[in-house]
């Protein structure tokens, strides 16, 4: 953010102004007044106490800062920004994400399952501002929180604001899956992905995930399916949203990935294990370069006066200046 001005030749003719009306009042000054001392001959002419000399000064400084002001504001006052703004569209990616309660394990380098998956959608985002990211929770159902957009913000605020267990406890991968085929269906971009992350077979909803994912290569999408998390007994603890009960404990960790495989199969997609928080983080990166797209971009420049608080500041230090004078009846001030 910078500050510009639309006639900057009138800011140097305020100051220029300024100086030389001081110096032709002190001129005048000096040649029509007379010291007279009030004290014996000899004595020294009369000055005000020292603290209403330096109440003076800064009263005098206040209504230089305000008539210095009118100027600015004469000037064109701008605030100056500059905004990139893409010239192409990039891929529209729609990420389905399991909040099922088994997403809580603590099994990525002290983390569960689900914060690392949030983190990674929004480092992706932030890597990607040309694409367009939309967001899928599964639970027992699947819920669209966020058709595929650009606006970063309303994401990551979506991603802040959604919890494990949200949806309840069962895993409808198919529902999920159909949400994020039904939202690019009309989509014109150069390319489309659905990246499915979940820990789970399908045991909800009443469509199977096979045949949701066999929908995708006919809209021209591709599909990648990350089987998050260990095997074995995986420790446990979230907040469940709906009671605001701490649940904690062992969870044991199975699930058949042969599954997860048949639905990349039937999507023409391709599978991810990712059993460790480095495996995960690979897998996005994976996604990244395989999807990746030509972005052009241009930058353009945004500017917002704001002579009107350069004004109303002037009035405000004049008019003090005034009425302090008028008060004091012109004396000394």
């Not at 480095?278 to 420049?301: D, V, Y």
Request: net charge neutral.
């Amino acid at each position: 953010m910078n500050i510009g001005f639309e006639y900057p030749f009138l800011i140097f003719g305020g100051c220029m102004a300024l100086i030389l009306g001081r110096c032709i009042s002190r001129f005048l000054r000096d040649i029509d007044t007379v010291s007279v001392p009030l004290g014996p001959p000899g004595g020294v002419p009369f000055k005000p106490p020292r603290k209403l000399a330096w109440f003076i000064i800064l009263l005098k400084t206040a209504e230089y800062i305000g008539i210095f002001l009118l100027f600015i504001a004469a000037a064109g006052p701008l605030l100056i920004s500059t905004e990139r703004v893409w010239l192409n569209r990039g891929a529209d990616i729609i990420f389905v994400v399991d909040v099922s309660p088994s997403m809580a394990a603590l099994d990525m380098e002290n983390q569960n399952r689900f914060n690392t998956a949030r983190d990674l959608v929004r480092t992706f985002a932030v890597n990607r501002p040309s694409d367009a990211i939309g967001l899928v929770a599964v639970g027992e159902d699947a819920a669209l929180l966020l058709p595929p957009t650009v606006d970063r913000e309303s994401l990551f605020s979506q991603l802040e604001t959604l919890h494990i267990g949200a949806l309840g406890d069962g895993t409808a991968l198919g529902m999920g899956l159909a949400i994020a085929a039904l939202h690019l269906k009309n989509s014109a971009a150069p390319r489309k992905a659905v990246v499915l992350i979940t820990d789970g077979e399908n045991n909800a909803g009443a469509l199977h995930p096979e045949t949701a994912a066999a929908l995708l290569p006919e809209l021209g999408s591709s599909l990648w399916v990350i089987g998050v998390g260990s095997g074995g007994e995986v420790p446990i603890d979230y907040m469940d949203p709906l009671t605001r009960i701490r649940r904690t404990g062992t969870f044991d960790s199975r699930f058949n990935p042969e599954t997860l495989k048949a639905i990349a199969r039937k999507g023409e997609g391709t599978y991810i294990p990712a059993p460790s928080a480095e495996a995960f983080a690979q897998a996005f990166s994976r996604i990244h370069e395989e999807e990746m797209t030509i972005g052009r971009s241009g930058t353009i420049l945004r500017t917002k006066g704001f002579q009107e608080l350069c004004i109303i500041a002037a009035l405000v230090l004049l008019g003090m200046v005034k009425g302090i004078r008028r008060y004091n009846g012109g004396a000394w001030v």
